[in-house]
């Protein structure tokens, strides 16, 4: 698990850094009885029902997915807090929500003087929102987001918050979930050569995923390779996906479902929660089973945006 932290960030599937404790799989949840503990999977996003998209005019299928996905999440609300960077994922967030007549106070943390916070500023112009900026050059994204919620709080009288002033849209997911970021042509070429191990290889390669043997005793220095067992462990335990969408899988499966972690773990003290309309099942699933190749960098996503 250390190695796996020191490589990718995070760990992958179950393990922690700690001894004895487990988390979740994802799609997973906890059934207790008086004798045992057990782990059900209840959601799998690699073999979920669900459609492909209309090969017609998959640009369309996908906006009205994602649309849906928004309006399901709205639930009455008039008013509303949504993270807005200036970039594809947020502001594809706030121009559904403004579309659909809803008064959008949006908030953007960036560091001064970035790209960021000058694009934020200009699509919030572009769609109508009210915008609300905390440039912060210090502390890292979990610090920062939490910062400019509490700041707008503070700064704004109560009788204009939102219904639900805790609850925040964000574009979290849509990177990855919809522009399959992190791949290219080059991996997609030697997965599609049924070589597991080469494909792990390149995308270990492409994402720096790797840790160098100089951190380990000459005893122990194969665990280094752990991160590239690991990758060509979970390419192998899905066969039967076609090898390119194997390879964005695996970035759902981890890198994503840990973006938010440290999030999470610390919700019960912030008391701030998410909405996250780029990981609907309905609109995941059916972006997993369609070909990989209309969405790498991000041709399908500028297409709707």
Not at 106 to 135: C, R, V, W
Not at 154 to 173: C, F, M, N, Q, V
Not at 174 to 180: D, E, F, P, Q, T
Not at 281 to 296: C, E, K, L, N, T
């Amino acid at each position: 698990a250390a190695t796996e932290m020191a490589a990718f960030g995070y760990t992958l599937g179950t393990k922690t850094l700690f001894k004895n404790i487990k988390v979740l799989n994802p799609g997973q949840m906890i059934i207790a009885n008086s004798e045992k503990l057990v782990a059900n999977g209840y959601w799998d996003l690699a073999n979920a029902p669900s459609k492909r998209l209309n090969e017609s005019d998959p640009g369309t299928y996908v906006k009205e997915l994602f649309r849906t996905a928004v309006k399901d999440r709205v639930q009455g609300q008039r008013r509303v807090l949504a993270h807005l960077s200036g970039g594809l994922d947020s502001r594809l967030v706030v121009s559904e929500l403004c579309e659909l007549g809803i008064e959008v106070h949006t908030l953007n943390y960036s560091p001064q003087n970035t790209k960021d916070l000058i694009f934020g500023k200009m699509a919030a112009e572009a769609l109508g929102s009210i915008h609300y900026e905390l440039p912060k050059d210090e502390g890292g994204w979990y610090e920062r987001q939490i910062a400019v919620v509490q700041a707008w709080w503070a700064d704004h009288d109560k009788t204009i918050w939102p219904e639900y002033p805790r609850l925040i849209w964000s574009g979290d997911g849509g990177s990855c979930g919809l522009g399959h970021i992190y791949l290219d042509w080059q991996i997609l070429q030697i997965a599609r050569q049924r070589n597991s191990e080469a494909a792990a290889k390149e995308i270990q390669k492409k994402l720096k995923h790797n840790v160098s043997p100089k951190m380990f005793r000459r005893s122990s220095k194969e665990m280094s390779e752990i991160p590239l067992w690991d990758i060509i462990k979970d390419l192998d335990s899905r066969t039967h996906i076609e090898p390119g969408r194997n390879c964005h899988l695996f970035l759902m499966s981890h890198n994503q479902r840990k973006m938010l972690f440290e999030f999470y773990e610390k919700i019960y003290a912030t008391r701030i929660d998410f909405i996250l309309p780029f990981f609907d099942g309905r609109f995941a699933s059916a972006i997993a089973h369609s070909p990989i190749d209309i969405f790498m960098y991000h041709k399908l996503y500028n297409e709707i945006i």
